[in-house]
Structures are given as structure tokens and as C-alpha cells.
């Protein structure tokens, strides 16, 4: 879905290295969430952020950091990137003004820590 | 102990039969409940929600809640090989933690023709 939009798709990263997932929407949604996938665990949140000033950690977000560029654009890094890191990483969106909690997911970012 | 407990399967079925997949729960605050599919190397739709307890039909597809047991269930009817997907189940409470979504394993399903 291009309302949500994640770079890079892919990426192969060595330990030690700092790395930044970005995310954009054009879905004018206030909230915005990062989640990472791991088989057998489900999504677990990371951080949400429910407006540009509202930074919230999440189950696991130790080893990770955010920022809300704007209402638009939420990012994600990894300051010192370790092998049980690699999972697939999801950013979502939601509309404070709709229902709140129905969530819009991006296509996922595919990250590997050797 | 996780909050949300989802059998990860996998789950295999023949096209046309009645799928039945489930959740339970141990925080008495989730008030909504919802179901998401998500395809292989896609990112997860949300499929349909319920608030409370009760049913809710969409086409071949039924939601269940039951608070009394902390148990939710989505039925597919006839279902088809284009419902092979992976379906999470997520919940959220009201209040400050309204919005923030506990997710369970999800289920991988195929559907054979």
C-alpha cells in the first residue's frame, strides 16, 4: 500500500553499525507506531508516537530510538546494531479522529545483522 | 506469560472447509479486538474488529468475542485457496492504552484446492 511507505525494503548490515529505517505516510494520520516481526512471536511494539511531540516505548525497546520528524515521517534506528536485531520491521499509522486503533501497515523492512 | 495467546499452527485445509481460528487472553481491560491477515512478504490489513462481546459477520467471515472466557475466534466458511495468509489477532483496551495494540503469534493458514 503506498499510503505507507518504509526504506530501505531490504537491508544486510554488519554488527557495531548504526542503521536508520525510515517511514513515511500519506494518510494525514496523527499516530504512528514501529513494530518488529519475528517468527513464532508475532508483532511487538517497539515505540509509538501519538502526535509529533508524544514519543512512547513500547514491549521491546531496548537497543532502539525514534524520532518524529513531523507528523508525516517517523524513524527508526538502531544505534549499534546487533545480530538478534534481524527481523522484519514494520511501521503503521492511525487516525486519532477515526476509530484509533485500526492501523495501517507498511510493506515492511527486511533486516539482517551479521 | 504472554498477554496473548494465538496457536501458530501451521494449519492446513482442504478449499471449501470452515476454518476456525482462536485467541485467548489474560488482561480483563481489552475491549476491542480485532483481526488482521497478512499475506506473504506484505504487511498486515486489518480484516475486521468487534467491541466487546458478540459476533460480527462480514461476508465468510465471523468474529467472536468472549470476554466471560477471555477467548476470541474468527470463522472463514468456504474457504478459498486466496485466504491463505497468515491471521494475527490484536486487542486493545481503553483509556491511556487505547490505540496501543498487543498482538498474538498469529496462525499461518493454507488453503489447498
Known amino acids: 500500500d503506498a499510503d505507507v511507505t518504509q526504506t530501505p525494503r531490504n537491508r544486510i548490515t554488519k554488527t557495531g553499525k548504526r542503521i536508520m529505517l525510515e517511514c513515511s505516510q500519506t494518510?494525514?494520520?496523527?499516530?504512528m507506531y514501529w513494530y518488529r516481526q519475528d517468527p513464532g512471536l508475532g508483532l511487538r511494539l517497539i515505540y509509538y508516537?501519538?502526535?509529533?511531540?508524544?514519543?512512547n516505548k513500547g514491549e521491546i525497546s531496548d537497543g532502539y530510538s525514534v524520532s518524529r520528524q513531523a507528523q508525516a515521517k517517523f524513524s527508526l534506528s538502531l544505534e549499534s546494531a546487533i545480530p538478534n536485531q534481524t527481523a522484519l520491521y514494520f511501521c503503521?499509522?492511525?487516525?486519532?479522529?477515526?476509530?484509533?486503533?485500526?492501523?495501517?501497515f507498511g510493506p515492511g523492512t527486511r533486516l539482517t545483522v551479521t | 506469560q504472554k498477554e496473548v495467546e494465538q496457536d501458530p499452527g501451521p494449519l492446513s485445509v482442504p478449499e471449501g472447509a470452515i476454518v476456525s481460528l482462536n485467541c485467548t487472553y489474560s488482561?480483563?481491560?481489552?475491549?476491542?479486538f480485532m483481526w488482521y491477515r497478512q499475506y506473504s512478504r506484505k504487511g498486515p490489513e486489518l480484516l475486521m474488529y468487534?467491541?466487546?462481546?458478540g459476533n460480527k459477520e462480514d461476508g465468510r467471515f465471523t468474529a467472536q468475542v468472549d470476554k466471560s472466557s477471555k477467548y476470541i475466534s474468527l470463522f472463514i466458511r468456504d474457504s478459498q485457496p486466496s485466504d491463505s495468509a497468515t491471521y494475527l489477532c490484536?486487542?486493545?483496551?481503553?483509556?491511556?492504552?487505547?490505540?496501543?495494540?498487543?498482538f498474538g503469534q498469529g496462525t499461518i493458514l493454507t488453503v489447498h484446492p
Open positions: 503503521a499509522t492511525s487516525d486519532s479522529h477515526g476509530t484509533g486503533f485500526e492501523q495501517y
Open positions: 494518510k494525514g494520520h496523527d499516530r
Open positions: 508516537s501519538f502526535d509529533v511531540k508524544d514519543i
Open positions: 488482561n480483563s481491560a481489552f475491549q476491542y
Open positions: 468487534t467491541y466487546s462481546s
Open positions: 490484536a486487542m486493545t483496551g481503553s483509556g491511556t492504552s487505547y490505540g496501543k495494540l498487543t
